[in-house]
């Protein structure tokens, strides 16, 4: 028989005045928050028992996280070096963060996706050409920031009023012959 037969006629049935706490038979504290009886002297030890030392320093912890990496080193080791990992190599990283499988579950999980293709090799450019495509990438790109900021000339008949500090910058570089760098 189930042990959910006749709950609901047992959860509607009060306990009787000679029936003291639950029907599993532990006693039922009135007041939850407050102990009941007598303490454990158990509890009392642990208690008293300082452990002022950081768990990183303590050496049990040390011992577990050493003996927890040595056995994930050696997981991830066994997976890259089998057979069934060339070539799928994204999904064996994937199926490692799944803590639950073993080297060998992951090995023959590993057999059932798809090699993915090699990839096409890049184009190589020598030198000479890679510096080329830098500066024309970079031209291109203070073209479009000069065309996005506009009319930057400040001189006599311009739009745009100079600050007091480009007046004093204008004003030094006059003066010394040298032009101040501007930041960003």
Not at 83 to 100: I, K, P, S, W
Request: proline residues 7%; negative net charge.
């Amino acid at each position: 028989m189930s042990r959910f037969a006749n709950l609901s006629a047992r959860l509607a049935r009060k306990p009787a005045a000679s029936e003291p706490g639950d029907p599993n038979g532990d006693p039922v504290n009135p007041n939850p928050d407050e102990p009941s009886g007598e303490p454990d002297p158990e509890d009392e030890e642990d208690q008293d028992m300082p452990n002022d030392t950081p768990l990183e320093q303590r050496e049990d912890y040390q011992a577990g996280h050493a003996a927890g990496a040595a056995a994930a080193a050696a997981r991830m080791s066994a997976v890259f070096a089998h057979a069934n990992t060339t070539g799928r190599e994204a999904h064996a990283v994937r199926l490692l963060g799944r803590a639950n499988l073993s080297a060998d579950d992951i090995t023959e999980e590993l057999a059932h996706f798809a090699v993915a293709a090699p990839a096409a090799p890049a184009a190589t450019l020598t030198e000479s050409q890679q510096r080329e495509a830098a500066e024309a990438g970079g031209r291109a790109e203070m073209q479009e920031a000069m065309a996005a900021a506009g009319n930057a000339d400040l001189g006599a008949g311009s739009d745009v009023q100079a600050t007091a500090a480009q007046r004093i910058l204008a004003a030094q570089g006059k003066a010394t012959g040298r032009t101040a760098a501007k930041k960003d």
